[in-house]
């Protein structure tokens, strides 16, 4: 299976802040990568896959990049409903997830 | 809008056999070309795949898993169907199904899970 590493595993934010969360596979996989935000209770939600798309409906201050094994989801000014967990996930082979970086408030 | 629904025993006990059915809605599950998929989390391993069905009938499945999971589609209901036999402890977890688009390996749509309690 392809390692998936994401850090950091917790991050504390203020709103209005720029967030990188990282996340590195233990090999390449060219650009099969999504990011998922999850909120407590709820199932996981598709935020960019190909590690740059946009799904459609996510505010654009949400943005992917990288190739091969390492990549980066940014939100460019943290809003109040940003503070939640998020998951990188590749699909060059059959899939795997990160373990997951939680944006906590400050 | 397509809309998935797990449902299922909430508790299964050691060694026998968890089954869950996702209901798809808002669209036919033959419809566009997908994969259905079940992932499972929890607390222990995050979130893990399980597997994947296409409508032709066509399943893969995580290798570690692959010995005790079964995956099966019935059309005519919309649905699609996880069997995981000879559970254990480590089984116990929130089970999610969800739609792959059959050119990639995302999950664009995800139902809002089940949690399944192995115990005696």
């Known amino acids: 299976d392809i390692q998936m590493t994401q850090s950091p595993s917790t991050l504390s934010a203020s709103v209005g802040d720029r967030v990188t969360i990282t996340c590195r596979a233990s090999q390449s996989i060219s650009s099969w990568l999504a990011w998922y935000q999850q909120k407590p209770g709820k199932a996981p939600k598709l935020l960019i896959y190909?590690?740059?798309t946009l799904e459609s409906g996510v505010p654009s201050r949400f943005s992917g990049s990288g190739s091969g094994t390492e990549f980066t989801l940014t939100i460019s000014s943290l809003q109040p409903d940003d503070f939640a967990t998020y998951y990188c996930?590749?699909?060059?082979?059959?899939?795997?997830f990160g373990q997951g970086t939680k944006v906590e408030i400050k | 809008q397509v809309q998935l629904q797990e449902s299922g025993p909430g508790l299964v006990r050691p060694s026998q056999t968890l089954s869950l059915t996702c209901t798809v809605s808002g669209g036919s599950i033959t419809s566009g070309s997908f994969y259905w998929s079940w992932i499972r989390q929890s607390a222990g391993k995050g979130l893990e795949w399980i597997g994947r069905i296409y409508t032709s009938g066509t399943t893969t499945y995580k290798a570690s898993l692959k010995s005790r999971v079964t995956i099966s589609v019935d059309t005519s209901k919309n649905q699609f169907s996880l069997r995981l036999k000879s559970v254990t402890a480590a089984d116990t977890a929130v089970y999610y199904c969800?739609?792959?688009?059959?050119?990639?390996?995302?999950?664009?749509?995800w139902g809002k899970g089940t949690t399944v309690t192995v115990s005696a």
């Open positions: 969800a739609r792959v688009p059959s050119w990639s390996g995302f999950f664009g749509v």
């Open positions: 190909t590690a740059s």
């Open positions: 996930q590749q699909y060059n082979t059959y899939p795997t």
